[in-house]
């Protein structure tokens, strides 16, 4: 796609030199008897960085794609996506050096406990300049967060997709496409999965920050949209926005995982790494 280039800053191969690593050609080692497995063995995927312009939001944005261990960009295979959406204040690069994503992908490949999948993390603003206005979330309306979240709605299916459709061998179909998020990630993922339920077929939600939407879930997240195969929301025990969780899920009448954690990077991990071995899945 037009508006998209490929760059590769050294200041990636000093940050991530795992990530960025060949993914090995051994086979994927044994999970040892208490299931972990040696990380000297671990195959490794690639963090690779893409650079566009944005004709929706205007202005000059990147995304950040990280392919599993073995991808092959000249095979016929066509692996599935998972789109993770950050929290506010937030970045794409935290879902890598924060909750360390890509390692925990890998970990759950190696174990046979998870699909091979790509990772897409774009910027998570729907208004331009969130470098420097990103906390104009904290002050927004209900409605005009909706309004956000559409804008970025449009940018994630009309312009970042594509490219990574043309740039990669993916899946572009709903069943093949899962959307997930971190805080105001969490929220986005419910109400861009449930607006646009012929496009993804699997959401998650991790300590989701509902309160975006004020008192209206109604407006936000209509029970009665089509549903996914898989809505799932989890919050952590000691999480301040546990209560507004509980809310979402009896309003959306679906489960709500809690365990120990706060509104914590650590507690974000344990909740993706339960998540996603259930994505792919043919049953």
């Known amino acids: 796609m037009r508006g998209f280039a490929t760059t590769c800053p050294c200041l990636l191969l000093i940050l991530f030199p795992l990530l960025m690593a060949p993914a090995f050609a051994a086979p994927n080692p044994a999970p ?47 692996y599935p996506v998972l789109v993770l959406l950050h929290g506010v204040m937030g970045q794409p690069e935290d879902w890598i050096t924060g909750v360390q994503a890509g390692r925990g992908l890998d970990e759950l490949i190696a174990k046979h406990e998870a699909e091979s999948m790509i990772l897409v993390l774009p910027l998570g603003y729907g208004f331009p300049n ?38 990669y061998r993916v899946r572009s179909d709903r069943d093949g496409r899962a959307l997930a ?8 993922a419910v109400y861009l999965g449930l607006k646009y339920p012929d496009r993804v077929g ?23 949209a089509s549903r996914p195969r ?3 929301l989890a919050c952590g025990t000691e999480d301040p926005l546990l209560g507004p969780n509980r809310a979402a899920a009896s309003w959306l009448d679906t489960p709500l995982q809690e365990g120990a954690g706060g509104h914590t990077d650590s507690a974000c991990r344990q909740q993706f790494l339960a998540f996603i071995p259930q994505l792919f899945r043919s049953n």
């Open 202 to 224: 699997w959401i998650g939600a991790f300590a989701g920050a509902f309160i975006l939407f004020g008192n209206r879930l109604d407006l936000a997240l209509p029970s009665t």
């Open 32 to 78: 040892r008897a208490d299931g972990s497995v040696s990380t000297s063995l671990l195959p490794h995927g690639r963090l690779h960085r893409h650079s566009y312009t944005s004709k929706i939001l205007g202005e000059p944005r990147e995304v950040l794609v990280y392919t599993p261990p073995g991808y092959d960009p000249v095979s016929s295979r066509a």
């Open 181 to 188: 998020g971190f805080s105001m990630g969490g929220a986005q």
């Open 130 to 167: 969130a470098a420097k206005d990103a906390s104009r979330v904290f002050g927004a309306t209900p409605l005009q967060q909706r309004q956000w979240m559409d804008a970025l709605g449009r940018s994630l299916f009309e312009e970042i997709l594509p490219f990574v459709e043309g740039a």
């Open 230 to 232: 898989l809505l799932w």
